[in-house]
């Protein structure tokens, strides 16, 4: 069956621009996650949704960053005002919940502020 | 608070020998631990995955690894290193007191020489 995907792959931003990254987690995956890798290192959480609910935003870096998951499905990170900082990968993740699920990863999407 | 370490941030073996790639982590409460392989450019795939059943866990491609409560490792190993084997690989830890997030280790890349 179909994996988890996101949109874009790749993107480049000039500094100051607004983005938004998708992700289509596995159908009938309640759990949804967003983490971020840098260059070299591990994923590092961003957010949690137990279906459309919001449970842990606590990894968010700045009020810059905004995610949503308004039917519960489809979700987007939203990145506003971007930065050099910015700059990293962003791993999408599904699972059918709980600390012990097994959580599926997307293939990413390369996010280059220039 | 839950954290990972993985010591050696480059593992280099010849084709044949045997892989070890370490794995300590903390938490405060009964962890579930995973181990992830990343490939260039694509997401997360799970190896592997200890949930307080058996303590020899086996995975896909010939990994297993050994939870070590006592010292708190969760080393993952492969008798036998293949060529395909080299990419970087990840492990994580989630508690069911800290929500259902994954922290990962930095990662260890690996190496097989022919």
Not at chain 1, 21 to 26: K, T, V
Request: glycine share 10%.
């Amino acid at each position: 069956g179909a994996g988890v995907s996101q949109s874009p792959r790749y993107k480049v931003a000039k500094r100051g621009q607004d983005v938004a990254l998708r992700c289509d987690p596995i159908s009938g995956h309640v759990s949804l996650f967003w983490y971020q890798q840098a260059l070299g290192q591990g994923p590092e959480f961003l957010t949690y949704f137990q279906n459309e609910a919001q449970l842990d935003k606590s990894g968010l870096p700045s009020d810059r960053f905004f995610a949503e998951r308004p039917e519960g499905s489809v979700s987007t990170l939203k990145i506003q005002r971007t930065q050099q900082e910015d700059s990293a990968v962003y791993l999408c993740a599904s699972s059918l919940g709980g600390a012990s699920g097994t959580q599926y990863f997307g293939p990413g999407t390369r996010l280059t502020v220039l | 608070a839950q954290s990972v370490t993985q010591l050696g941030s480059h593992v280099s073996v010849s084709e044949g020998a045997l892989v070890l790639l370490r794995c300590n982590y903390s938490s405060s409460v009964p962890p579930y631990l995973f181990w992830y392989v990343q490939y260039p450019n694509q997401g997360l795939q799970l190896l592997l995955k200890y949930t307080s059943a058996a303590t020899l866990v086996k995975g896909i491609n010939g990994f297993e690894a050994e939870f070590k409560k006592s010292e708190t490792s969760f080393h993952l190993t492969k008798p036998s290193a293949h060529m395909s084997d080299a990419a970087e690989y990840f492990c994580a830890v989630s508690a069911s007191n800290a929500g259902n997030m994954l922290t990962f280790g930095g990662g260890t890349r690996l190496m097989v020489k022919p």
